[in-house]
């Protein structure tokens, strides 16, 4: 969840013009899902096969809390390599 450069994918505050706000309910990248909620803000869903929270929380630019009710793993036949 790192652009060429080492940036952040997903920041805590855009620093770009938006197009919306507060209208992303699901966050999907290479390496885990996002459940996005304007009050409580990311949650953790689902992280690639091989990878933990701790590595996730490694490559973020912004805070986060894990479901500790369904986080699942996306396996490689499903979305091809990361």
Do not use: N, Y
């Amino acid at each position: 969840m790192v652009q060429q450069g080492g940036k952040h994918k997903i920041l805590e505050k855009c620093s770009l013009p938006l197009t919306g706000k507060q209208c992303v309910d699901r966050i999907i990248t290479e390496k885990a899902v996002f459940d996005v909620d304007k009050t409580k803000g990311l949650t953790l869903i689902e992280i690639w096969e091989g990878l933990t929270p701790e590595d996730i929380k490694a490559c973020t630019g912004t805070d986060f809390v894990v479901s500790t009710l369904h986080l699942s793993t996306v396996l490689f036949f499903i979305f091809g390599s990361p």
